[in-house]
């Protein structure tokens, strides 16, 4: 896939364009779907596919939702991107000046006039360009001035599940790591790096990794239990607290794993945990003991819940559609 950070990078038009235009938070199932359809239609035509998507997210910009967390770092969803078989990606800076943009000058200046699109894909209830101008009927009709034709999808489901980044975001808010996997077809993942933290848990017996991470949308706390790739290389079976040790004060919120069989040196070193199940809310226990007694039955239930289990890093796409 072929990334271009900025539409002057885009210096010549794209043969036969199918476009879709979205912020695809989560690159859940239904985001895939779109980006199948947009791939298969590119095919059609002997073209390319590219999706257009904005950095930061508009809602971060225009402060709508001071609490809104993001389900993927940017880095996060460039690599589901091309694992989706992507052509090409578009990365808008969303700046004031771009937000001023009407939605006619875009569709002109960009894209037909930069891009060359030849279809657009979008969603049933898409709008884009300032004040949301830019409406189904609104690109329909300039797709008959200017030469592209317009196909709008209708919400992507599985029976009564509807795939939404909205859903998703509640699912992991709530902690329902399991469940989630319906909607993302995939297991939510948090990577960072390995820091120093208060080694408490080393003198309880159980020693963990305390993970410094740049992930927004964390589990709801609690205990789960994960797989833990090491270094994108080795993996291993864990079980992850999240939330402030209640239990000795701390006050601040903290993601430690203790890593079933490892024993090298793991600080500074890149982790990423596959959350699978929520074994139970954080609690506060009367003494360290108590603690160490409550860990090592989490522990041995995370050993149960993960024999036999494999990561499920990137789902295939949902049931082809019959001819």
Do not use: W
Request: hydrophobic content about 40%.
């Amino acid at each position: 896939m072929h990334i271009f950070r900025h539409i002057e990078e885009i210096t010549e038009k794209l043969p036969n364009a199918v476009v879709t235009i979205g912020n695809f938070d989560g690159v859940h199932l239904g985001h895939r779907e779109i980006f199948r359809r947009v791939k298969r239609e590119a095919a059609a035509l002997g073209g390319v596919s590219l999706v257009i998507t904005f950095v930061p997210h508009p809602i971060k910009m225009l402060g709508v939702k001071k609490e809104f967390r993001l389900i993927n770092t940017y880095a996060e969803k460039e690599i589901l991107l091309e694992a989706s078989g992507i052509d090409y990606l578009l990365i808008i800076p969303f700046t004031a000046e771009f937000a001023a943009i009407g939605a006619e000058q875009f569709v002109r200046d960009i894209l037909v006039g930069t891009i060359g699109v030849r279809k657009l894909i979008i969603g049933y209830d898409y709008a884009f360009g300032k004040n949301r101008q830019g409406d189904v009927a609104m690109l329909r009709r300039m797709g008959d001035e200017l030469g592209f034709t317009v196909d709008v999808l209708e919400p992507i489901a599985s029976g009564e599940l509807v795939y939404s980044s909205t859903a998703v975001r509640r699912m992991i808010a709530e902690g329902d790591v399991r469940g989630v996997v319906r909607l993302l077809g995939r297991h939510f993942s948090v990577g960072g790096t390995v820091v120093h933290g208060r080694q408490r848990g080393k003198g309880l017996g159980f020693p963990t990794a305390n993970l410094q991470t740049d992930k927004e949308l964390i589990p709801k706390p609690g205990v789960y239990a994960v797989k833990v790739k090491v270094d994108d290389d080795a993996t291993y079976d864990g079980a992850c607290n999240i939330g402030d040790n209640p239990t000795f004060g701390n006050g601040s919120l903290s993601i430690e794993v203790f890593i079933f069989e490892f024993d090298g040196d793991i600080y500074g070193r890149e982790v990423r945990l596959y959350f699978v199940d929520r074994l139970r809310d954080e609690m506060t226990f009367p003494n360290p003991q108590a603690l160490q007694e409550a860990i090592a039955r989490d522990v041995a239930r995370c050993r149960e819940i993960l024999r036999g289990v494999s990561i499920i890093e990137y789902q295939e796409y949902l049931a082809e559609e019959a001819p």
